[in-house]
């Protein structure tokens, strides 16, 4: 699923849309996602502007976007014309920083689903290694 697609199945859109393409998705089970992080990126002007880390907090919503993919993949009659919000995080960590150069390989998966809620879990990769680690719990409203 590429960048197109990806727009018809979530709300995001630049400069907030933080997933590039999709390279598997399961229904019902899991999602993986690649986000290329490029130099040109808008927080890299303030966070911080001698040393670019990309913000935890939006590693986060990233996971968040490809688990609502997989969510609206899943369940597309139940959710049509619904939006997912991010409701809770559990045990979120982060290991390492994420710079300009590196490529995001998202991985969430659905543990348990009680309409309206997703809850999931997953992390994120950077060349094999762990940047992010959590769960994360989204609604439909």
Request: glycine residues 8%.
């Amino acid at each position: 699923m590429d960048n197109l697609e990806i727009q018809k199945w979530i709300p995001h859109r630049y400069p907030f849309l933080l997933i590039d393409k999709i390279s598997e998705i399961v229904a019902n089970s899991h999602v993986t996602a690649i986000k290329n992080v490029t130099c040109n990126e808008e927080f890299f002007q303030g966070h911080f502007p001698q040393q670019p880390v990309m913000p935890g907090v939006l590693i986060i919503e990233a996971m968040a976007q490809a688990a609502g993919v997989l969510a609206r993949y899943s369940e597309t009659d139940l959710v049509k014309g619904k939006t997912f919000y991010l409701v809770g995080l559990d045990d979120v960590k982060w290991k390492r920083q994420v710079v300009p150069g590196d490529q995001l390989v998202i991985t969430m998966r659905s543990v348990k689903k009680r309409n309206p809620l997703w809850i999931m879990s997953g992390e994120v990769l950077v060349d094999g290694k762990v940047v992010c680690s959590g769960g994360l719990t989204a609604a439909a409203a």
